[in-house]
């Protein structure tokens, strides 16, 4: 089993930055993949970001909403994946996720939800414009 905690969010004015923790316990997951899932009021979850693992390294994906402006990354020393997210925006107000999963993800695998086994709480984004 994993436990995963976010952390980092807050209030920020737009063109402003913020950088996201996901901490694991309970297990190592460095080799998890690993993925930023966003939600705002009203809205369904949506993809941000995700960074997986292979012998010849590792791999990131991004939404297009947030390619260039964000960028995911893992310190597995910490056993803690980060969302950089730079140049924000009003519509990037969110409840953020992130989520990892134990199995095999491919490209497309990554984006979705119904890719990840465990999910944090979530922690809260506020752009102001």
């Known amino acids: ?16 930055s913020l950088r996201l923790s996901c901490a ?14 966003r939600q705002a009021p009203g ?11 292979s012998w010849t ?3 990131t994906y991004y939404a297009d909403s947030v390619k260039g402006r964000f960028t995911i990354s893992r310190d ?3 056993n ?3 969302l950089q997210m730079n140049s924000l925006k009003p519509e990037d107000t969110a409840v ?8 095999t993800a491919s490209a497309t ?3 979705g939800t119904s890719g990840y086994d465990y999910w944090g709480q979530g922690t809260q984004v506020t752009v102001s414009s």
């Open 109 to 111: 695998r990554v984006r």
């Open 96 to 103: 953020y996720y992130c989520a990892a999963t134990q199995s």
């Open 1 to 16: 089993q994993v436990q995963l905690v976010e952390s980092g969010g807050g209030l920020v004015q737009a063109g402003g």
């Open 43 to 53: 809205k369904e979850r949506e993809f941000v970001a995700a960074i997986t693992w």
């Open 24 to 37: 694991a316990s309970g297990r190592t997951f460095s080799r998890y993949p690993v993925g930023w899932f």
């Open 76 to 78: 597995n020393a910490k």
């Open 80 to 82: 803690t994946v980060y």
């Open 57 to 59: 390294g590792a791999s």
